[in-house]
């Protein structure tokens, strides 16, 4: 695999079983360059955080479902409010 850095149309071409038959080896590579703003990242990071934490809790709330009496969620270790 070559990693292409330069954006641009790039035309190639294949010289394997190119012996005179009808078809055709041709092909053309279109790299495009996404360059994203500092908000950008900053959203992106903040919702593949925000998706961590809701797979979390929703896997604590299928393990209390499945263990009730688990003491992970006795009223013993819930916060008190």
Known sequence: LVEM???GKHYVASTRNNDFSN???KAV???TGV???HYESLL?????AVGV???????GACWAYRYPSSW???TRYRPRV
């Open 5 to 7: 850095k330069q954006v």
């Open 29 to 31: 590579i279109i790299v």
């Open 35 to 37: 360059i994203l703003e």
């Open 44 to 48: 992106i990071g903040l919702g593949v």
């Open 53 to 59: 934490l809701i797979i979390l809790y929703i896997l």
């Open 23 to 25: 078809r055709s080896h």
């Open 72 to 74: 992970l969620f006795s």
